[in-house]
Protein backbone atom coordinates (compact mmCIF):
# COMPACT_ATOMS: atom_id res chain seq x y z
CA UNK A 1 0.00 0.00 0.00
CA UNK A 2 2.60 2.53 1.04
CA UNK A 3 4.16 1.62 -2.64
CA UNK A 4 1.29 2.25 -4.64
CA UNK A 5 0.65 5.63 -2.62
CA UNK A 6 4.17 6.60 -3.43
CA UNK A 7 3.61 5.73 -6.87
CA UNK A 8 4.81 8.68 -9.01
CA UNK A 9 1.43 8.47 -11.23
CA UNK A 10 -0.27 8.52 -7.93
CA UNK A 11 0.86 11.69 -6.78
CA UNK A 12 0.96 13.54 -11.06
CA UNK A 13 -1.63 16.38 -10.85
CA UNK A 14 -3.42 15.27 -13.90
CA UNK A 15 -4.54 12.08 -11.73
CA UNK A 16 -4.97 14.35 -8.52
CA UNK A 17 -7.54 16.75 -10.81
CA UNK A 18 -9.00 13.69 -12.06
CA UNK A 19 -10.27 12.48 -8.59
CA UNK A 20 -11.17 15.87 -7.46
CA UNK A 21 -12.98 15.96 -11.02
CA UNK A 22 -15.03 13.24 -9.88
CA UNK A 23 -16.94 14.36 -7.04
CA UNK A 24 -18.10 17.55 -9.36
CA UNK A 25 -21.16 15.61 -10.39
CA UNK A 26 -22.25 15.19 -6.72
CA UNK A 27 -22.80 18.95 -6.32
CA UNK A 28 -25.18 18.45 -9.02
CA UNK A 29 -28.86 16.71 -8.84
CA UNK A 30 -29.81 14.82 -6.94
CA UNK A 31 -27.30 15.07 -4.02
CA UNK A 32 -26.81 19.07 -4.43
CA UNK A 33 -23.47 19.17 -2.00
CA UNK A 34 -22.79 22.15 -4.07
CA UNK A 35 -19.13 23.57 -1.69
CA UNK A 36 -18.03 20.17 -3.59
CA UNK A 37 -18.08 22.21 -6.91
CA UNK A 38 -16.17 25.21 -5.65
CA UNK A 39 -13.43 22.85 -3.93
CA UNK A 40 -13.04 20.80 -6.72
CA UNK A 41 -12.63 23.58 -9.18
CA UNK A 42 -10.11 24.94 -6.92
CA UNK A 43 -7.77 22.40 -6.87
CA UNK A 44 -8.12 22.26 -10.85
CA UNK A 45 -7.35 25.83 -11.07
CA UNK A 46 -4.48 25.99 -9.16
CA UNK A 47 -2.88 23.55 -10.63
CA UNK A 48 -3.86 24.51 -14.56
CA UNK A 49 -1.47 28.07 -13.49
CA UNK A 50 1.17 25.74 -12.40
CA UNK A 51 1.35 24.18 -16.18
CA UNK A 52 0.19 27.68 -17.79
CA UNK A 53 3.90 27.68 -19.48
CA UNK A 54 3.61 23.89 -20.41
CA UNK A 55 0.25 23.34 -22.91
CA UNK A 56 0.84 19.43 -23.07
CA UNK A 57 0.73 19.35 -19.42
CA UNK A 58 -2.22 22.12 -19.56
CA UNK A 59 -4.00 19.62 -22.07
CA UNK A 60 -3.59 16.72 -19.90
CA UNK A 61 -4.90 18.17 -16.83
CA UNK A 62 -7.93 19.80 -18.90
CA UNK A 63 -9.15 16.27 -20.22
CA UNK A 64 -8.17 14.44 -16.92
CA UNK A 65 -10.31 17.04 -14.92
CA UNK A 66 -13.34 16.77 -17.26
CA UNK A 67 -13.13 12.94 -17.56
CA UNK A 68 -13.28 12.68 -14.16
CA UNK A 69 -16.73 15.03 -14.01
CA UNK A 70 -18.27 12.90 -16.79
CA UNK A 71 -17.45 9.81 -15.90
CA UNK A 72 -19.32 9.52 -12.83
CA UNK A 73 -21.80 12.45 -13.88
CA UNK A 74 -22.72 9.76 -16.69
CA UNK A 75 -22.59 6.75 -15.20
CA UNK A 76 -26.37 5.51 -15.61
CA UNK A 77 -25.82 5.98 -19.39
CA UNK A 78 -24.91 2.00 -18.91
CA UNK A 79 -28.26 0.80 -17.71
CA UNK A 80 -29.46 1.06 -20.92
CA UNK A 81 -27.14 -1.49 -22.14
CA UNK A 82 -28.59 -3.55 -19.26
CA UNK A 83 -32.11 -3.84 -20.16
CA UNK A 84 -31.37 -5.94 -23.34
CA UNK A 85 -28.12 -7.05 -21.59
CA UNK A 86 -27.80 -10.46 -23.87
CA UNK A 87 -27.29 -8.00 -27.15
CA UNK A 88 -25.65 -4.86 -25.70
CA UNK A 89 -23.57 -5.70 -22.10
CA UNK A 90 -20.41 -5.90 -24.56
CA UNK A 91 -20.73 -1.89 -25.47
CA UNK A 92 -21.19 -1.26 -21.91
CA UNK A 93 -17.89 -0.25 -20.50
CA UNK A 94 -17.08 1.21 -24.19
CA UNK A 95 -20.11 3.83 -23.98
CA UNK A 96 -19.41 4.76 -20.27
CA UNK A 97 -15.72 5.58 -21.28
CA UNK A 98 -15.40 6.61 -24.31
CA UNK A 99 -18.59 9.53 -24.66
CA UNK A 100 -16.84 11.06 -21.46
CA UNK A 101 -13.62 10.56 -22.91
CA UNK A 102 -14.47 12.47 -26.27
CA UNK A 103 -16.38 14.98 -24.85
CA UNK A 104 -13.67 16.13 -21.88
CA UNK A 105 -11.58 17.05 -25.23
CA UNK A 106 -13.47 20.31 -25.28
CA UNK A 107 -12.16 21.36 -22.48
CA UNK A 108 -8.68 19.91 -22.85
CA UNK A 109 -9.17 22.02 -25.65
CA UNK A 110 -10.28 25.34 -23.91
CA UNK A 111 -7.54 24.74 -21.19
CA UNK A 112 -5.04 24.78 -23.76
CA UNK A 113 -5.84 28.16 -25.00
CA UNK A 114 -6.04 29.21 -21.98
CA UNK A 115 -2.27 28.44 -21.44
CA UNK A 116 -1.50 30.34 -25.23
CA UNK A 117 -3.82 33.24 -24.22
CA UNK A 118 -1.92 33.82 -20.53
CA UNK A 119 1.81 33.17 -22.35
CA UNK A 120 0.62 35.74 -25.09
CA UNK A 121 -0.79 38.35 -23.15
CA UNK A 122 1.56 38.43 -19.53
CA UNK A 123 -1.23 36.57 -17.89
CA UNK A 124 0.88 34.08 -16.61
CA UNK A 125 2.39 36.77 -14.20
CA UNK A 126 -1.19 37.56 -12.66
CA UNK A 127 -2.37 34.60 -11.35
CA UNK A 128 -6.03 36.48 -10.58
CA UNK A 129 -6.70 37.67 -13.85
CA UNK A 130 -5.47 34.12 -15.24
CA UNK A 131 -7.99 32.39 -13.05
CA UNK A 132 -10.78 34.90 -13.99
CA UNK A 133 -9.73 34.23 -18.14
CA UNK A 134 -9.78 30.35 -17.12
CA UNK A 135 -13.42 30.37 -15.85
CA UNK A 136 -14.04 32.05 -19.41
CA UNK A 137 -11.99 29.77 -21.05
CA UNK A 138 -13.57 26.75 -19.49
CA UNK A 139 -17.18 28.11 -20.00
CA UNK A 140 -16.55 28.58 -23.14
CA UNK A 141 -15.61 24.76 -23.80
CA UNK A 142 -18.50 23.56 -22.23
CA UNK A 143 -20.64 25.74 -24.52
CA UNK A 144 -18.62 24.10 -27.57
CA UNK A 145 -20.16 20.88 -25.78
CA UNK A 146 -23.37 22.10 -26.00
CA UNK A 147 -23.82 22.51 -29.16
CA UNK A 148 -20.66 20.66 -31.57
CA UNK A 149 -21.83 17.38 -33.35
CA UNK A 150 -25.82 17.78 -32.24
CA UNK A 151 -24.46 19.11 -28.77
CA UNK A 152 -24.51 16.98 -25.49
CA UNK A 153 -25.32 19.89 -22.84
CA UNK A 154 -25.36 17.75 -19.87
CA UNK A 155 -24.37 18.44 -16.40
CA UNK A 156 -22.99 21.75 -17.14
CA UNK A 157 -21.46 24.01 -14.38
CA UNK A 158 -24.92 25.70 -14.07
CA UNK A 159 -25.96 22.92 -12.67
CA UNK A 160 -24.51 23.81 -9.24
CA UNK A 161 -26.97 26.96 -9.09
CA UNK A 162 -29.77 25.91 -11.20
CA UNK A 163 -30.66 22.69 -9.50
CA UNK A 164 -31.58 25.40 -6.73
CA UNK A 165 -34.79 27.57 -7.61
CA UNK A 166 -33.36 30.72 -6.40
CA UNK A 167 -30.51 30.68 -8.00
CA UNK A 168 -31.58 29.06 -11.22
CA UNK A 169 -33.39 32.59 -12.11
CA UNK A 170 -30.63 33.73 -13.36
CA UNK A 171 -31.14 31.63 -16.65
CA UNK A 172 -34.17 33.99 -17.15
CA UNK A 173 -32.07 36.94 -18.09
CA UNK A 174 -28.45 34.93 -19.49
CA UNK A 175 -29.45 31.31 -19.76
CA UNK A 176 -27.49 28.19 -19.04
CA UNK A 177 -24.38 29.65 -20.14
CA UNK A 178 -24.41 32.91 -18.41
CA UNK A 179 -25.06 31.67 -14.92
CA UNK A 180 -22.50 28.78 -15.70
CA UNK A 181 -19.83 31.47 -16.21
CA UNK A 182 -21.20 33.29 -12.98
CA UNK A 183 -20.35 29.77 -11.08
CA UNK A 184 -17.00 29.33 -13.04
CA UNK A 185 -16.22 33.23 -11.65
CA UNK A 186 -17.21 32.55 -8.12
CA UNK A 187 -15.08 29.42 -7.84
CA UNK A 188 -12.01 31.01 -9.74
CA UNK A 189 -12.38 34.00 -6.82
CA UNK A 190 -12.74 31.57 -4.19
CA UNK A 191 -9.66 29.28 -5.82
CA UNK A 192 -7.31 32.51 -5.48
CA UNK A 193 -4.77 32.96 -2.61
CA UNK A 194 -6.10 36.10 -1.06
CA UNK A 195 -8.30 37.09 0.89
CA UNK A 196 -10.02 40.11 -0.75
CA UNK A 197 -10.78 38.16 -3.94
CA UNK A 198 -12.45 35.14 -2.19
CA UNK A 199 -14.42 37.31 0.21
CA UNK A 200 -15.91 39.13 -3.44
CA UNK A 201 -16.41 35.18 -4.40
CA UNK A 202 -18.27 34.81 -1.30
CA UNK A 203 -20.56 38.60 -1.88
CA UNK A 204 -20.93 37.23 -5.55
CA UNK A 205 -22.73 33.75 -4.61
CA UNK A 206 -24.67 35.49 -2.47
CA UNK A 207 -25.64 37.85 -4.86
CA UNK A 208 -26.59 35.25 -7.08
CA UNK A 209 -29.23 33.67 -4.59
CA UNK A 210 -30.45 36.85 -3.32
CA UNK A 211 -31.44 37.97 -6.59
CA UNK A 212 -33.51 35.13 -7.14
CA UNK A 213 -35.02 35.25 -3.79
CA UNK A 214 -36.16 38.79 -4.61
CA UNK A 215 -37.73 37.49 -8.41
CA UNK A 216 -39.61 34.47 -6.79
CA UNK A 217 -40.25 35.84 -3.65
CA UNK A 218 -41.67 39.35 -4.10
CA UNK A 219 -42.41 39.32 -7.87
CA UNK A 220 -44.03 35.73 -7.94
CA UNK A 221 -47.56 34.74 -7.35
CA UNK A 222 -47.63 31.53 -5.54
CA UNK A 223 -48.98 29.02 -8.06
CA UNK A 224 -47.66 25.96 -5.56
CA UNK A 225 -51.36 26.57 -4.07
CA UNK A 226 -53.16 25.34 -7.04
CA UNK A 227 -52.22 21.53 -6.61
CA UNK A 228 -54.91 21.64 -4.04
CA UNK A 229 -57.56 23.18 -6.37
CA UNK A 230 -61.13 21.53 -6.59
CA UNK A 231 -61.28 23.20 -10.94
CA UNK A 232 -58.48 20.62 -12.17
CA UNK A 233 -57.66 20.90 -15.56
CA UNK A 234 -54.52 18.59 -15.94
CA UNK A 235 -54.19 14.75 -15.00
CA UNK A 236 -50.40 12.99 -15.48
CA UNK A 237 -50.38 9.65 -15.79
CA UNK A 238 -47.23 7.84 -14.93
CA UNK A 239 -47.75 3.88 -15.44
CA UNK A 240 -44.07 2.82 -14.02
CA UNK A 241 -43.99 -0.26 -16.54
CA UNK A 242 -40.44 -1.55 -16.58
CA UNK A 243 -38.34 -0.92 -19.63
CA UNK A 244 -37.63 -5.40 -19.28
CA UNK A 245 -41.07 -5.74 -20.53
CA UNK A 246 -42.75 -2.01 -22.53
CA UNK A 247 -41.89 -4.38 -25.62
CA UNK A 248 -42.83 -7.77 -24.84
CA UNK A 249 -45.50 -8.72 -27.44
CA UNK A 250 -47.32 -11.06 -24.61
CA UNK A 251 -47.51 -7.40 -22.08
CA UNK A 252 -49.30 -5.56 -24.67
CA UNK A 253 -52.76 -6.10 -23.54
CA UNK A 254 -51.89 -5.77 -19.85
CA UNK A 255 -50.17 -2.53 -20.39
CA UNK A 256 -53.10 -1.13 -22.11
CA UNK A 257 -55.06 -2.50 -19.91
CA UNK A 258 -53.23 -0.81 -16.54
CA UNK A 259 -52.84 2.09 -18.35
CA UNK A 260 -56.20 2.89 -19.51
CA UNK A 261 -57.64 1.34 -15.74
CA UNK A 262 -55.80 4.12 -14.15
CA UNK A 263 -56.46 7.30 -16.22
CA UNK A 264 -60.11 5.96 -15.98
CA UNK A 265 -59.75 6.22 -12.25
CA UNK A 266 -58.31 9.92 -12.11
CA UNK A 267 -60.97 11.07 -14.47
CA UNK A 268 -63.67 9.75 -12.14
CA UNK A 269 -61.63 11.39 -9.17
CA UNK A 270 -61.40 14.94 -10.93
CA UNK A 271 -64.35 14.79 -14.08
CA UNK A 272 -63.14 18.41 -14.60
CA UNK A 273 -59.85 17.68 -16.33
CA UNK A 274 -59.27 18.61 -19.61
CA UNK A 275 -56.44 17.10 -20.32
CA UNK A 276 -54.76 13.88 -20.02
CA UNK A 277 -51.14 13.24 -20.35
CA UNK A 278 -49.19 10.02 -21.01
CA UNK A 279 -45.28 9.61 -21.39
CA UNK A 280 -43.12 9.22 -24.01
CA UNK A 281 -44.23 5.58 -26.10
CA UNK A 282 -46.92 5.19 -23.61
CA UNK A 283 -47.90 1.89 -25.29
CA UNK A 284 -46.18 -0.53 -27.32
CA UNK A 285 -48.20 0.20 -30.51
CA UNK A 286 -48.73 2.24 -33.25
CA UNK A 287 -51.61 4.28 -32.03
CA UNK A 288 -52.64 5.98 -35.10
CA UNK A 289 -52.66 2.61 -37.09
CA UNK A 290 -55.08 0.79 -34.14
CA UNK A 291 -58.82 1.10 -34.41
CA UNK A 292 -58.84 -1.14 -30.73
CA UNK A 293 -57.25 1.95 -29.67
CA UNK A 294 -59.05 4.35 -30.53
CA UNK A 295 -62.61 3.20 -29.75
CA UNK A 296 -61.36 2.28 -26.08
CA UNK A 297 -60.61 5.88 -26.01
CA UNK A 298 -63.34 6.87 -27.38
CA UNK A 299 -65.24 5.33 -24.22
CA UNK A 300 -62.52 6.25 -21.86
CA UNK A 301 -62.56 9.98 -22.29
CA UNK A 302 -65.48 12.60 -21.89
CA UNK A 303 -66.09 14.42 -25.04
CA UNK A 304 -64.66 17.76 -23.73
CA UNK A 305 -61.60 16.24 -22.67
CA UNK A 306 -58.19 15.30 -24.68
CA UNK A 307 -55.09 13.02 -24.29
CA UNK A 308 -51.49 14.51 -25.31
CA UNK A 309 -49.44 10.99 -25.51
CA UNK A 310 -46.19 9.68 -26.46
CA UNK A 311 -46.33 7.37 -29.57
CA UNK A 312 -43.70 5.62 -32.21
CA UNK A 313 -45.53 5.97 -35.59
CA UNK A 314 -44.13 5.12 -39.10
CA UNK A 315 -44.51 5.51 -42.86
CA UNK A 316 -44.49 3.11 -45.33
CA UNK A 317 -43.95 3.31 -48.62
CA UNK A 318 -42.68 1.62 -51.35
CA UNK A 319 -39.08 1.63 -50.53
CA UNK A 320 -38.68 2.48 -46.92
CA UNK A 321 -40.48 1.97 -43.61
CA UNK A 322 -39.61 5.46 -41.54
CA UNK A 323 -40.28 5.69 -37.58
CA UNK A 324 -40.82 8.91 -35.49
CA UNK A 325 -40.79 8.86 -31.82
CA UNK A 326 -44.14 11.41 -31.85
CA UNK A 327 -46.46 13.02 -29.56
CA UNK A 328 -50.02 13.17 -30.30
CA UNK A 329 -53.16 14.35 -29.46
CA UNK A 330 -56.24 13.01 -28.95
CA UNK A 331 -59.70 14.26 -28.83
CA UNK A 332 -62.11 13.00 -26.47
CA UNK A 333 -64.25 10.91 -29.51
CA UNK A 334 -60.86 8.90 -30.31
CA UNK A 335 -60.06 11.17 -33.29
CA UNK A 336 -56.23 11.80 -33.71
CA UNK A 337 -55.68 16.13 -34.13
CA UNK A 338 -52.38 16.60 -34.39
CA UNK A 339 -49.08 14.93 -34.47
CA UNK A 340 -45.75 15.96 -33.82
CA UNK A 341 -42.37 14.09 -34.63
CA UNK A 342 -39.70 14.50 -31.95
CA UNK A 343 -36.36 16.74 -34.37
CA UNK A 344 -33.35 16.00 -31.90
CA UNK A 345 -32.70 12.42 -31.62
CA UNK A 346 -30.18 11.22 -29.29
CA UNK A 347 -26.97 9.46 -31.41
CA UNK A 348 -26.77 5.52 -31.07
CA UNK A 349 -29.89 5.37 -29.10
CA UNK A 350 -32.80 5.96 -31.40
CA UNK A 351 -29.97 6.84 -34.63
CA UNK A 352 -26.89 5.18 -35.68
CA UNK A 353 -24.00 7.79 -37.35
CA UNK A 354 -22.71 6.98 -39.87
CA UNK A 355 -25.05 4.04 -40.00
CA UNK A 356 -23.93 2.07 -42.88
CA UNK A 357 -20.22 1.57 -41.98
CA UNK A 358 -20.90 1.24 -38.25
CA UNK A 359 -23.48 -1.53 -38.90
CA UNK A 360 -20.96 -3.44 -41.65
CA UNK A 361 -18.75 -3.77 -38.07
CA UNK A 362 -21.89 -5.19 -36.13
CA UNK A 363 -22.63 -2.27 -34.59
CA UNK A 364 -26.65 -0.89 -34.17
CA UNK A 365 -28.58 1.60 -31.84
CA UNK A 366 -30.40 0.77 -28.59
CA UNK A 367 -33.99 0.94 -30.06
CA UNK A 368 -35.37 -2.18 -31.83
CA UNK A 369 -36.74 -0.42 -34.90
CA UNK A 370 -34.29 -1.45 -37.59
CA UNK A 371 -32.86 1.33 -38.93
CA UNK A 372 -33.66 3.58 -35.84
CA UNK A 373 -35.37 6.72 -35.98
CA UNK A 374 -36.62 9.87 -38.43
CA UNK A 375 -35.90 12.79 -36.84
CA UNK A 376 -39.29 15.44 -37.68
CA UNK A 377 -38.92 18.98 -39.15
CA UNK A 378 -42.34 20.90 -37.50
CA UNK A 379 -41.88 22.32 -34.44
CA UNK A 380 -44.76 24.22 -34.31
CA UNK A 381 -46.89 24.06 -31.30
CA UNK A 382 -49.64 22.31 -31.40
CA UNK A 383 -52.88 23.93 -30.34
CA UNK A 384 -55.41 22.24 -27.76
CA UNK A 385 -59.34 22.45 -28.25
CA UNK A 386 -59.70 24.92 -25.61
CA UNK A 387 -56.97 27.64 -27.72
CA UNK A 388 -54.64 26.76 -25.29
CA UNK A 389 -51.08 26.21 -27.30
CA UNK A 390 -48.30 23.77 -25.67
CA UNK A 391 -44.85 22.78 -27.04
CA UNK A 392 -44.31 19.54 -26.83
CA UNK A 393 -40.41 18.07 -26.47
CA UNK A 394 -39.89 14.50 -26.33
CA UNK A 395 -36.92 13.03 -23.92
CA UNK A 396 -34.35 14.80 -24.21
CA UNK A 397 -35.49 17.33 -26.38
CA UNK A 398 -35.63 18.73 -23.02
CA UNK A 399 -31.92 19.37 -22.23
CA UNK A 400 -31.41 21.70 -25.45
CA UNK A 401 -32.67 25.52 -24.36
CA UNK A 402 -33.57 26.16 -28.48
CA UNK A 403 -35.74 23.49 -28.47
CA UNK A 404 -38.16 24.91 -25.93
CA UNK A 405 -38.62 28.59 -27.73
CA UNK A 406 -41.66 27.93 -30.05
CA UNK A 407 -43.56 30.70 -32.37
CA UNK A 408 -46.23 31.70 -31.67
CA UNK A 409 -45.28 31.46 -28.07
CA UNK A 410 -47.42 28.47 -26.33
CA UNK A 411 -49.33 28.55 -23.20
CA UNK A 412 -47.06 25.24 -21.29
CA UNK A 413 -44.09 23.21 -21.88
CA UNK A 414 -44.41 18.78 -22.08
CA UNK A 415 -42.01 17.36 -22.05
CA UNK A 416 -42.89 13.44 -22.50
CA UNK A 417 -40.49 11.14 -21.52
CA UNK A 418 -39.28 7.70 -20.50
CA UNK A 419 -36.19 7.42 -18.53
CA UNK A 420 -37.03 3.42 -17.75
CA UNK A 421 -33.69 3.27 -19.22
CA UNK A 422 -31.63 4.23 -16.67
CA UNK A 423 -33.41 2.76 -13.55
CA UNK A 424 -33.17 4.19 -10.18
CA UNK A 425 -30.19 6.41 -11.16
CA UNK A 426 -29.21 9.50 -10.39
CA UNK A 427 -29.61 9.66 -14.79
CA UNK A 428 -33.84 10.74 -14.17
CA UNK A 429 -33.45 13.17 -11.95
CA UNK A 430 -30.37 15.06 -13.56
CA UNK A 431 -33.00 14.97 -16.71
CA UNK A 432 -36.22 16.73 -14.64
CA UNK A 433 -33.47 19.16 -13.30
CA UNK A 434 -32.35 20.43 -16.43
CA UNK A 435 -35.67 20.37 -17.96
CA UNK A 436 -36.76 22.44 -15.19
CA UNK A 437 -34.81 25.38 -16.06
CA UNK A 438 -36.70 25.41 -19.21
CA UNK A 439 -39.66 26.68 -17.85
CA UNK A 440 -37.29 28.98 -15.83
CA UNK A 441 -35.65 30.50 -19.29
CA UNK A 442 -38.83 30.73 -20.85
CA UNK A 443 -40.92 32.07 -17.92
CA UNK A 444 -43.53 28.85 -18.76
CA UNK A 445 -45.22 25.99 -16.89
CA UNK A 446 -43.42 22.64 -17.09
CA UNK A 447 -45.54 19.65 -17.50
CA UNK A 448 -43.09 16.62 -17.30
CA UNK A 449 -44.30 12.77 -17.31
CA UNK A 450 -42.18 9.94 -17.46
CA UNK A 451 -42.73 6.19 -17.64
CA UNK A 452 -40.85 5.34 -14.37
CA UNK A 453 -40.20 8.94 -12.70
CA UNK A 454 -39.52 11.42 -12.57
CA UNK A 455 -42.74 13.13 -13.19
CA UNK A 456 -43.54 16.81 -12.59
CA UNK A 457 -45.83 19.78 -12.96
CA UNK A 458 -43.40 23.03 -12.58
CA UNK A 459 -44.02 26.19 -12.46
CA UNK A 460 -42.91 29.67 -14.80
CA UNK A 461 -40.13 29.74 -11.83
CA UNK A 462 -38.75 26.68 -11.42
CA UNK A 463 -40.75 25.24 -8.45
CA UNK A 464 -42.62 21.92 -8.14
CA UNK A 465 -46.20 22.24 -7.92
CA UNK A 466 -46.79 17.98 -7.65
CA UNK A 467 -44.18 15.15 -8.66
CA UNK A 468 -44.21 11.46 -8.68
CA UNK A 469 -40.91 9.94 -7.51
CA UNK A 470 -38.68 7.07 -9.34
CA UNK A 471 -40.19 3.66 -9.70
CA UNK A 472 -43.42 4.72 -8.39
CA UNK A 473 -47.16 4.65 -10.26
CA UNK A 474 -49.24 7.39 -9.95
CA UNK A 475 -51.09 10.57 -11.21
CA UNK A 476 -50.61 14.21 -10.37
CA UNK A 477 -53.65 16.28 -10.31
CA UNK A 478 -53.92 20.11 -10.68
CA UNK A 479 -54.38 23.38 -12.70
CA UNK A 480 -52.14 24.31 -15.32
CA UNK A 481 -49.60 27.06 -13.22
CA UNK A 482 -49.74 30.78 -15.24
CA UNK A 483 -47.38 31.41 -18.09
CA UNK A 484 -45.02 34.98 -16.81
CA UNK A 485 -44.48 37.35 -19.29
CA UNK A 486 -41.41 36.84 -21.55
CA UNK A 487 -38.33 36.19 -20.26
CA UNK A 488 -34.91 38.20 -21.38
CA UNK A 489 -33.58 34.88 -22.38
CA UNK A 490 -36.86 34.06 -24.29
CA UNK A 491 -36.25 37.34 -26.38
CA UNK A 492 -32.83 37.72 -26.95
CA UNK A 493 -31.16 34.15 -26.22
CA UNK A 494 -27.78 33.80 -25.48
CA UNK A 495 -27.01 37.32 -26.68
CA UNK A 496 -26.19 38.49 -23.16
CA UNK A 497 -24.30 35.93 -22.39
CA UNK A 498 -22.10 36.17 -25.38
CA UNK A 499 -21.48 40.10 -24.88
CA UNK A 500 -20.25 39.36 -21.51
CA UNK A 501 -17.99 36.70 -22.54
CA UNK A 502 -16.48 38.66 -25.37
CA UNK A 503 -16.19 42.02 -23.14
CA UNK A 504 -14.50 40.21 -20.42
CA UNK A 505 -11.78 37.81 -22.51
CA UNK A 506 -11.14 41.25 -24.54
CA UNK A 507 -10.51 43.37 -21.23
CA UNK A 508 -8.53 40.79 -19.73
CA UNK A 509 -6.09 40.19 -22.49
CA UNK A 510 -5.19 44.17 -22.60
CA UNK A 511 -3.10 44.93 -19.84
CA UNK A 512 -4.03 48.74 -19.77
CA UNK A 513 -7.25 48.03 -19.21
CA UNK A 514 -6.85 44.69 -17.30
CA UNK A 515 -4.30 46.44 -14.58
CA UNK A 516 -6.93 49.16 -13.87
CA UNK A 517 -9.25 46.37 -12.50
CA UNK A 518 -6.94 43.77 -11.47
CA UNK A 519 -3.13 44.87 -11.02
CA UNK A 520 -0.49 43.11 -11.69
CA UNK A 521 1.18 42.19 -8.59
CA UNK A 522 4.21 44.14 -7.21
Known amino acids: MTRLLSARWFRHPAFIVFIVGMSVPFAYAPLRVAPLFFIAYAVFFTHAWRAVSRPTQLFLLGWAFAFGQLLVGL ?21 VTLLPAGLALFAAGAVTLWGALCRRFSLDKNQLAA ?35 YPSQWVALVGIHGLGLLALICAALLAYPGARARGIGVVLIVVVIGVGVVRVGVLAPDTRSNVISKAN ?18 RRADIMDALFDQTHRAIQNNPAARLIV ?29 LLTGAIRRTIDANDTRYF ?17 KTH ?29 TSGHDRTPITLPDGRRLNPLVCYEAIFPYRAAATPRP ?52 RTVGQIGLAQSGVIVA ?40 PDPQ
Open 75 to 95: YWIGHAFLVDAEQFLWALPFA
Open 278 to 306: WPEAALPLYLDESTTFAKRLAGLLPRDTS
Open 479 to 518: ELPPPLHPTTFARVGHGPYALIWLISVWVLCRRRYRNKLI
Open 233 to 250: QLVLVQPNIDQKEKWDPA
Open 411 to 462: DMLVNVTNDGWFGTSAGPYQHLAQASLRAVEQGLPLVRVANTGVSALVDGFG
Open 131 to 165: FLLLALMWSAGETARAHVLTGFPWNLPTMVFASWV
Open 325 to 341: NSVMLWSGDGQLLATRD
Open 345 to 373: LVPFGEYLPFQRVLEAIGLRQLTQLRGGY
